[in-house]
């Protein structure tokens, strides 16, 4: 087991382009989570999975973002039109379901949006 | 909503001594609390977790943490610090009704260890 992967590391994109993230779970976890973290400050959910259907999405996640995690392994998400506001670490966690279980995190991926 | 307050933006400790970082909770019901550790460009490593049972738990590299419901606080403590413990730790609560691990953080503590 490697543990959650995420890719890319670093991003660095131009305000207006579409950027891509993409999220390896730990296997067989079936649970899947998003977070955002802004400098100086903890991470804030955006949204999760269970399988492959979204369950939650924070009102965080404006309509330029989209999730999705087809046939309920990998995840991606995406970023519509970024702008500079988007800049952030973006992590990936992954989990059984059901109380009483830990999430375990990616290393994330950092968007810069100049 | 849940919501977590982490006092403490700065602690500064010097090396072999004691560790107290502060962390209270706010939620409905009966919480699941977890404390994480962040290093500079990395992601989240967890340290401990509080589900049920006994409010004092044991994590890694020798930190514990103490539930108090009466004082809605999970404080996390370590009698002696080591250099490498240098780092951000995040004090989190999650919500049942995403398995316990839809979490809230708090803003985050940042540690520095004096040699």
């Known amino acids: 087991d490697t543990g959650v992967s995420q890719n890319p590391r670093h991003k660095i994109t131009k305000r207006g382009q579409n950027v891509t993230f993409r999220c390896d779970p730990i296997s067989e976890h079936n649970r899947l989570y998003w977070y955002r973290q802004t400098l100086g400050q903890g991470p804030e959910f955006l949204t999760y999975f269970q399988n492959e259907a979204q369950l939650e999405k924070s009102r965080l996640l404006s309509d330029r973002f989209s999730a999705e995690r087809p046939k309920g392994s990998f995840s991606t998400l995406e970023i519509q039109r970024t702008e500079q506001g988007d800049s952030a670490m973006y992590l990936c966690?992954?989990?059984?379901w059901g109380g009483g279980t830990e999430a375990f995190f990616g290393q994330g991926t950092r968007l810069t949006v100049v | 909503a849940q919501s977590v307050t982490q006092p403490d933006i700065h602690i500064t400790v010097s090396e072999g001594a004691s560790l107290e970082l502060r962390c209270n909770y706010s939620?409905?019901?009966?919480?699941?609390l977890f404390w994480y550790v962040q290093s500079p460009g990395q992601g989240l490593q967890l340290l401990l977790k509080?589900?049920?049972?006994?409010?004092l738990v044991q994590g890694i590299k020798g930190f514990e943490a103490e539930f108090k419901r009466s004082q809605s606080s999970f404080n996390l403590r370590k009698p002696s610090v080591h250099w490498s413990d240098a780092a951000e730790y995040f004090c989190a609560v999650g919500a049942w009704e995403g398995g316990g691990n839809k979490l809230t953080f708090g803003t985050g503590t940042q540690l520095k260890v004096e040699l």
């Open positions: 939620y409905g019901a009966t919480p699941y």
């Open positions: 966690a992954s989990s059984h």
């Open positions: 509080y589900f049920s049972g006994d409010t």
